[in-house]
C-alpha cells in the first residue's frame, strides 16, 4: 500500500512508512455495513411484511396460472372440435374418397361417397361414386349414379360419355337407343351415336296388310342383320342372316324382330314390328254378255278386278272349284237352257 502522507510504496505489514516516518493505520477487512447492519435490516423487512399481503400475492399468483391453463384447455377442445368437425366433413369425405380412388381401394371410395353425398348432392361426386362402383363391377349401382349425376347437371358431356361407356360394356345398347329420345344437345347427341348401335330400319311400319308383303332392312354399315318371325330374339345362332326382302306369305299374325351384329359379335338393339295379314275374298267375275236368251252362237267374256286370280266356272248350275273349267279365253255359249256359274280364286286360295 501507499503511504497517505507521502504517497510512499510501503511494504506490506509495516507500521511506519520508511521514508517520512507517519504512523500506519491498519483498517479491518470486513465491513459492519455488510456483515451486521445489512442482514439485519433485510430480516427487519421480512417481518414487515404482513400476511394477508403475503397471501394476496399468493392468490394473485394462483389466479394468473388458473387463467392460463384455461385457455391453454379452450384452445385444445377448439383444436379436438375443429378435427371433429373436419373428419365429419363435406371436403373431408370427398378428399378421402378420391385418396381411396387413386389407391384402388375402391369399397372404402364408395363409402367416402356416399358419406359426402349424405352432406351434399354434387354432380362431381355422384360422378365420383359412380366410376367406383363401375371399377367394382357394380354396373347398375354405377347407371344409377351416372343418372342422378345427368339430373343435376344435364347439359354435361361427361356424364353422357360415361353413360354410354358403361352401357357399352353392358352390352345395353337398348339403353344406349334410349338415350337419343332424351333432351340432348348436338354435343351429346354425337356421343351417344358412336356408341349406339341402332336397329335396324324396316321398310313397311307394323299394321295390317289385306295382302303379302316384301319387307326390306337397313342397318348400319359394317353390321350384319340377323332377324326372326316367330317373336324370339334373334343372333348368330337364332335366327336367320338378311340377304334379300322377306316375304311374309301367310295370314294372321308375323312378329318380325331384327339385329345389328359385327363380326366381333357385338350386337345393337333389337328392333320390333308386327304384321297383321288378313287376305280379303276377291270380287266377283263380270261376264259379258249376261243372262238372257241368246238366238245366235255368242261368246262369253269373263273378267276379273282381282291381279293374278284365277277364273273357275260350270254350266250345269252347280258350285265351281278348282277342279272345274278353268277360264283361259272367250266361251262359246251351248245350245239349250244353261246355268253359267263361275268364281274367282286368288293366289291365296280366297274364293269370291
Same mark, same amino acid.
Given at each position: 500500500?501507499?503511504?497517505?502522507?507521502?504517497?510512499?510504496?510501503?511494504?506490506?505489514?509495516?507500521?511506519?512508512?520508511?521514508?517520512?516516518?507517519?504512523?500506519?493505520?491498519?483498517?479491518?477487512?470486513?465491513?459492519?455495513?455488510?456483515?451486521?447492519?445489512?442482514?439485519?435490516?433485510?430480516?427487519?423487512?421480512?417481518?414487515?411484511?404482513?400476511?394477508?399481503?403475503?397471501?394476496?400475492?399468493?392468490?394473485?399468483?394462483?389466479?394468473?396460472?388458473?387463467?392460463?391453463?384455461?385457455?391453454?384447455?379452450?384452445?385444445?377442445?377448439?383444436?379436438?372440435?375443429?378435427?371433429?368437425?373436419?373428419?365429419?366433413?363435406?371436403?373431408?369425405?370427398?378428399?378421402?374418397?378420391?385418396?381411396?380412388?387413386?389407391?384402388?381401394?375402391?369399397?372404402?371410395?364408395?363409402?367416402?361417397?356416399?358419406?359426402?353425398?349424405?352432406?351434399?348432392?354434387?354432380?362431381?361426386?355422384?360422378?365420383?361414386?359412380?366410376?367406383?362402383?363401375?371399377?367394382?363391377?357394380?354396373?347398375?349401382?354405377?347407371?344409377?349414379?351416372?343418372?342422378?349425376?345427368?339430373?343435376?347437371?344435364?347439359?354435361?358431356?361427361?356424364?353422357?360419355?360415361?353413360?354410354?361407356?358403361?352401357?357399352?360394356?353392358?352390352?345395353?345398347?337398348?339403353?344406349?337407343?334410349?338415350?337419343?329420345?332424351?333432351?340432348?344437345?348436338?354435343?351429346?347427341?354425337?356421343?351417344?351415336?358412336?356408341?349406339?348401335?341402332?336397329?335396324?330400319?324396316?321398310?313397311?311400319?307394323?299394321?295390317?296388310?289385306?295382302?303379302?308383303?316384301?319387307?326390306?332392312? #337397313?342397318?348400319?354399315?359394317?353390321?350384319? !342383320? =340377323? /332377324? @326372326?318371325? %316367330? *317373336?324370339?330374339? &334373334?343372333?348368330?345362332?337364332?335366327?336367320?342372316?338378311?340377304?334379300?326382302?322377306?316375304?311374309?306369305?301367310?295370314?294372321?299374325?308375323?312378329?318380325?324382330?331384327?339385329?345389328?351384329?359385327?363380326?366381333?359379335?357385338?350386337?345393337?338393339?333389337?328392333?320390333?314390328?308386327?304384321?297383321?295379314?288378313?287376305?280379303?275374298?276377291?270380287?266377283?267375275?263380270?261376264?259379258?254378255?249376261?243372262?238372257?236368251?241368246?238366238?245366235?252362237?255368242?261368246?262369253?267374256?269373263?273378267? #276379273?278386278?282381282?291381279?293374278?286370280?284365277? !277364273? =273357275? /266356272? @260350270?254350266? %250345269? *248350275?252347280?258350285? &265351281?272349284?278348282?277342279?272345274?273349267?278353268?277360264?283361259?279365253?272367250?266361251?262359246?255359249?251351248?245350245?239349250?237352257?244353261?246355268?253359267?256359274?263361275?268364281?274367282?280364286?286368288?293366289?291365296?286360295?280366297?274364293?269370291?
Amino acid at each position: 500500500m501507499k503511504c497517505p502522507f507521502c504517497n510512499t510504496e510501503i511494504e506490506d505489514g509495516s507500521l511506519y512508512c520508511n521514508h517520512c516516518g507517519s504512523a500506519m493505520q491498519i483498517v479491518p477487512d470486513f465491513n459492519v455495513l455488510e456483515d451486521d447492519v445489512l442482514p439485519s435490516m433485510l430480516d427487519s423487512t421480512k417481518k414487515r411484511v404482513a400476511p394477508e399481503e403475503k397471501k394476496e400475492i399468493e392468490k394473485h399468483i394462483n389466479k394468473r396460472w388458473i387463467i392460463m391453463l384455461s385457455i391453454c384447455v379452450v384452445l385444445v377442445l377448439l383444436a379436438v372440435f375443429g378435427g371433429f368437425l373436419y373428419t365429419h366433413s363435406y371436403n373431408y369425405y370427398t378428399n378421402q374418397g378420391n385418396l381411396a380412388y387413386k389407391n384402388k381401394d375402391y369399397t372404402s371410395a364408395i363409402s367416402f361417397y356416399n358419406k359426402a353425398l349424405d352432406k351434399k348432392a354434387d354432380y362431381s361426386v355422384y360422378i365420383s361414386l359412380g366410376k367406383a362402383q363401375q371399377a367394382s363391377k357394380y354396373y347398375e349401382e354405377a347407371e344409377a349414379s351416372y343418372l342422378k349425376a345427368y339430373e343435376l347437371n344435364p347439359k354435361n358431356e361427361n356424364v353422357i360419355l360415361l353413360l354410354c361407356m358403361l352401357y357399352e360394356k353392358m352390352g345395353n345398347y337398348s339403353s344406349l337407343d334410349e338415350m337419343l329420345e332424351w333432351d340432348l344437345t348436338d354435343e351429346q347427341e354425337e356421343i351417344v351415336n358412336q356408341y349406339g348401335i341402332p336397329g335396324p330400319q324396316f321398310s313397311l311400319k307394323g299394321g295390317t296388310y289385306n295382302d303379302d308383303i316384301e319387307l326390306v332392312l #337397313s342397318g348400319k354399315d359394317g353390321f350384319f !342383320i =340377323y /332377324y @326372326t318371325l %316367330d *317373336g324370339t330374339e &334373334p343372333s348368330v345362332h337364332n335366327g336367320t342372316l338378311y340377304e334379300d326382302a322377306i316375304s311374309i306369305t301367310k295370314q294372321g299374325t308375323t312378329i318380325v324382330n331384327a339385329v345389328c351384329i359385327d363380326i366381333s359379335g357385338k350386337t345393337g338393339v333389337v328392333a320390333t314390328e308386327t304384321y297383321e295379314i288378313t287376305y280379303v275374298a276377291p270380287e266377283e267375275a263380270s261376264l259379258s254378255p249376261t243372262g238372257g236368251r241368246l238366238t245366235r252362237e255368242t261368246y262369253i267374256t269373263i273378267t #276379273s278386278p282381282t291381279e293374278d286370280a284365277s !277364273i =273357275y /266356272y @260350270t254350266w %250345269d *248350275g252347280s258350285m &265351281p272349284t278348282t277342279n272345274s273349267y278353268k277360264y283361259t279365253e272367250p266361251i262359246l255359249v251351248p245350245e239349250g237352257n244353261n246355268v253359267l256359274s263361275v268364281i274367282v280364286v286368288d293366289k291365296h286360295g280366297m274364293t269370291s
